[in-house]
């Protein structure tokens, strides 16, 4: 063989052995640098799930019995940063029409069927096939607006509470300043689990 011949292919192995050690050193960098992301998004995740606990007076009576007006409750702000709403919670709402937060009982989760069936004076709010119910089980009998608002819903939903929406509903069975009147909520809305 040549010898020109023989140091080309030899600067060429050397090129190509170099190229292969910076590609290998950049993925390793990357991987390094995928790792702290991914810790950085961790640690977010465990800061975001700090709960900050209030003692907080009731000035409605929507929840009367249940919850008595000048009643104090305990608050968890930030609990839903981490953990699921589930049906049956206790919430604060942030709701727009009003300079406090309304407290609200979640009586439908993303994923319920949701149904309004008419009775003689109104209609009964069903989800999973049950007629809903306020504390002292008495089912609610809605009419006039708060049908009409909530058949939007189930119109626009094909009668499926969608993902990250919530049905609230105050203790009154006709209804009151909850989703009878503003609709289905999102998750970003609920500020707070309450503990009584």
Same mark, same amino acid.
């Given at each position: ?7 080309? /292919?030899?600067?060429? @192995? ?7 050690? =910076? *590609? ?19 640690? &977010? ?17 929507? /929840?009367?019995? @249940?919850?008595?007006? %000048?009643?104090?409750?305990? $608050? @968890?702000? #930030? ?6 709403? =589930? *049906? #049956?919670?206790?919430? /604060? ?5 009003? !300079?406090?937060? +309304?407290?609200?009982?979640?009586? #439908?989760?993303? #994923?319920? !069927? ?39 819903? %189930? !119109? ?11 049905? /609230?509903?105050?203790?009154? +069975? &006709?209804?009151?300043?909850?989703? $009878? $009147?503003?609709?289905? +909520? ?6 707070? !689990?309450?503990?009584?």
């Amino acid at each position: 063989m040549n010898k020109g011949l023989l140091i080309i /292919l030899a600067v060429l @192995l050397v090129v190509l052995i170099l190229l292969n050690l =910076e *590609r290998i050193i950049l993925s390793k960098e990357s991987q390094i640098a995928s790792q702290n992301q991914n810790n950085n998004i961790k640690n &977010s995740e465990i800061q975001d799930c700090s709960i900050r606990i209030e003692e907080m007076i009731v000035r409605g009576n929507s /929840l009367d019995p @249940l919850i008595k007006p %000048e009643q104090a409750i305990k $608050t @968890l702000f #930030g609990y839903y940063n981490c953990h699921e709403v =589930e *049906r #049956g919670d206790i919430v /604060l709402f942030d709701y727009a029409g009003n !300079k406090n937060p +309304v407290i609200k009982i979640v009586k #439908g989760i993303s #994923g319920d !069927k949701f149904e309004l069936r008419k009775l003689d004076g109104g209609w009964n709010i069903i989800v999973n096939n049950e007629i809903v119910r306020n504390s002292e089980d008495k089912p609610y009998l809605i009419s006039g607006n708060a049908y009409r608002m909530l058949s939007l819903y %189930e !119109k626009d939903y094909k009668g499926v509470i969608p993902e990250n929406a919530y049905l /609230l509903l105050g203790n009154r +069975v &006709s209804g009151s300043v909850d989703s $009878t $009147t503003f609709g289905l +909520v999102d998750k970003s809305g609920i500020i707070a !689990k309450v503990e009584i």
